[in-house]
């Protein structure tokens, strides 16, 4: 995956996790094969934050909820490379993301992954991720 600030990236993964929770339903369809094998990846991960059905939730509280959980995820090297290879797969299909209500969500935070801390607009690269696979 090409280079890409922190805060791009978190805003990618959560518009795609977003995406999958409210159309789980749909992606039975050919075309979404690579978001279904995307969501059973993720699904696991972040199922005390799913709700039932999506008129349970509000958008903007679901966000919330899952930007808390994909900080804590990320701080696990693995987990980091491995949504960057989901990110890259996912946008060289032209996949998008679900559009997010808040656009600012990390704004002026300190994000950890693994044992080195980054600020928003810190530029990453799959190639600098030590638990890279």
Known sequence: MKAISMNEFLKMSLSYILRCIIQRKKMEKKEDEMLNRFWHWLRPRFIEEI??????????????????????????????????????????????GKELIHK??????????????????????????????
């Not at 994909?70 to 797969?89: P, V």
């Open 51 to 96: 709700p039932e059905t999506k008129h349970q939730f509000n958008q903007e509280d679901l966000e919330i909820k899952l930007e808390q959980r994909l900080e804590e995820l990320i701080k696990d090297e693995r987990f980091f490379s491995e949504m960057m290879n989901w990110l890259d797969k996912l946008t060289k299909t032209n996949i998008r």
């Open 104 to 133: 600012d969500i990390w704004h002026a935070k300190v994000i950890s992954v693994g044992e080195r801390e980054y600020y928003p607009g810190d530029i990453i690269d799959s190639k600098d991720i030590v638990g890279s696979v």
